[in-house]
């Protein structure tokens, strides 16, 4: 769930936090899987605060090279060094390592990370000197994925699966705790209206679930939602903004059918 800001206190609404601590206390690596905007990344941020864990973060996307994670050979005055990545910075330093969208990297990327997360836990550095990097005990990591139906997104290797056998499906929260998630964001009382949009956005969602639609808005969508509400903007404008105008870019028909149940919902 992230926006410009994010919570202060993540609202756990499923119990994620207790199957993270179990996993911390384990030493077993985690993977989060859910859809975009469901709030994967405001969990591990402050499952890392209540940790007092300095925190480490990879977004992945097809960008994404090995020397992201490794580091890259650098000239300085003539002298050549090597400035490690922040895979080889947090074993090092037994940081809490979080891995964004894992399932967006290319299969090299992957190769190294399969490497540093095996049960030893080390990498060997064949970009540098060979050391061999053995991660600090208290070294820990969290990866997310998003569903397959996302653009840009692939099947993990089984391998690479195996090395976290902690899982926590993330979905969108049920439509109570949705509003009270929205509530945290905005400082007016429009629960009529925020309520009607948080319906809207779940109508919308399981009608991309079942290929009815192209895409499915996010929490991010019903805060927006809400702060417009906040600077006065009518509800059937504000759905109509947030909710309506990104289906045009899949043409007319799949605006007007997100048009049509926005009127249905809010009226003329």
Do not use: C
Not at 30 to 58: C, H, M, Q, W, Y
Not at 218 to 233: P, Q, Y
């Amino acid at each position: 769930m992230e926006i410009n800001q994010y919570l202060s206190e993540y609202l756990d609404w499923n119990n994620s936090f207790k199957t993270l601590d179990k996993a911390y206390d384990a030493g077993l690596f985690v993977l989060i899987i859910g859809p975009k905007g469901t709030g994967k990344t405001s969990l591990v941020r402050d499952f890392a605060k209540r940790k007092n864990a300095n925190l480490e973060s990879i977004n992945f996307s097809l960008r994404t090279r090995e020397s992201h994670l490794i580091g890259t050979k650098t000239l300085t005055n003539g002298t050549v060094s090597f400035d490690e990545g922040l895979l080889i910075k947090s074993m090092r330093e037994g940081s809490m390592l979080y891995l964004d969208e894992i399932n967006s990297a290319e299969a090299d990327v992957l190769l190294r990370l399969d490497e540093a997360l095996d049960d030893r836990r080390q990498i060997v550095l064949k970009e540098s000197t060979g050391e061999v990097v053995q991660a600090k005990d208290s070294w820990f990591v969290i990866a997310t994925i998003n569903p397959l139906t996302h653009s840009g997104t692939k099947e993990l290797p089984p391998q690479l699966l195996s090395r976290f056998p902690v899982r926590i499906s993330l979905e969108y929260p049920p439509e109570n705790v949705e509003l009270e998630i929205v509530k945290k964001y905005i400082s007016g009382q429009h629960d009529s209206e925020l309520n009607q949009g948080i319906k809207l956005a779940n109508t919308l969602r399981q009608a991309a679930a079942v290929e009815e639609l192209f895409y499915a808005p996010s929490l991010r969508e019903t805060i927006a939602f809400g702060k417009l509400l906040d600077k006065n903007v009518p509800a059937k404008d504000a759905a109509m903004i947030v909710f309506g105008n990104v289906y045009t870019q899949w043409g007319n028909i799949e605006y007007q059918k997100v048009s049509d149940i926005i009127t249905s919902m809010f009226g003329r």
